[in-house]
């Protein structure tokens, strides 16, 4: 059972930054695709942003754009989602997600894998 790990949400006010990271397997975290999904309560879990296994191609929601930033260093195993300016409809659960060998980002849960447990974003007013 493939797992990915996020991990660096909490509890920051309006206009303030977080960064999240996502671990996974030693062998074959370098060959996914990642993306960044979020769950807000009493909402569909919906696409925020994803990058390809080789770093090519980034993608991002509208509400994404201009404010967060997603990357991925395949030397430490690690992906990122950097966010900036933030604001309370941005609380929600935050999820990573991984697809095997893709050219190009999917922006649907179901061409994803591999699921972490998410962490929590909560941006208070």
């Known amino acids: 059972q493939v797992q990915l790990i996020e991990s660096g949400g909490g509890s920051v006010q309006t206009g303030d930054s977080l960064s999240l990271s996502c671990t996974g397997p030693e062998r074959t975290f370098n060959s996914y695709n990642i993306g960044w999904f979020r769950q807000a309560p009493g909402k569909e879990r919906e696409f925020v942003a994803g990058?390809?296994?080789?770093?090519?191609?980034?993608q991002y929601a509208d509400f994404a754009k201009a404010r967060f930033t997603v990357s991925k260093d395949n030397v430490k195993k690690t992906a990122y989602l950097q966010m900036n300016s933030l604001k309370p409809e941005d609380t929600a659960v935050y999820y990573c997600a991984g697809k095997e060998w893709r050219t190009q980002v999917h922006l649907t849960e179901g061409a994803y894998d591999y699921w972490g447990q998410g962490t929590q974003v909560t941006v208070s007013s």
């Open positions: 990058i390809t296994w080789t770093k090519s191609e980034q």
